[in-house]
């Protein structure tokens, strides 16, 4: 919509500033192609300004629901496959560690089980997309 609100805007400056006295010098095709080559950079500059928007926006998400570190951490193994013991000997902490983080992990993301608290952190952008 942005983009289109530009090309129009452009048109109307051109149109009263009359392009052609300006660029008769200049053949139409390359006038067209310096305006394609600015609204290309144009876009390339929203694309690049939105995602980095974006991704901050990600690095909050678990603050946001009251996720700690570590227990972003656990869901990211949980997302790998791990068992809770398998979790446990990887970071070093009891089992009963994993089990409690797990069990907050459920509460904050409402999830029953694990399949649903690692399908809702991908949807929050919490942990990776599983690229196929």
């Given at each position: 919509m942005?983009?289109?609100?530009?090309?129009g805007l452009l048109m109307i400056v051109l149109e009263v500033t009359h392009y052609k006295a300006i660029v008769k010098d200049i053949r139409i095709e390359l006038f067209g192609a310096l305006v394609g080559l600015l609204f290309m950079a144009l876009g390339i500059w929203l694309g690049v300004t939105w995602f980095r928007k974006k991704n901050k926006l990600e690095?909050?998400?678990?603050?946001?629901?009251?996720l700690s570190r570590r227990e972003v951490e656990v869901l990211q193994l949980l997302s790998q496959g791990y068992s809770n013991q398998e979790i446990a000997d990887k970071l070093f902490v009891s089992l009963n560690t994993i089990k409690t983080h797990i069990s907050k992990i459920y509460q904050k993301l409402n999830a029953k089980?694990?399949?649903q608290a690692i399908q809702k952190a991908r949807e929050l952008a919490l942990?990776?997309?599983v690229e196929e």
């Open positions: 942005i983009y289109g609100s530009l090309m690095k909050y998400d678990a603050r946001k629901l009251g089980r694990r399949t942990i990776p997309q």
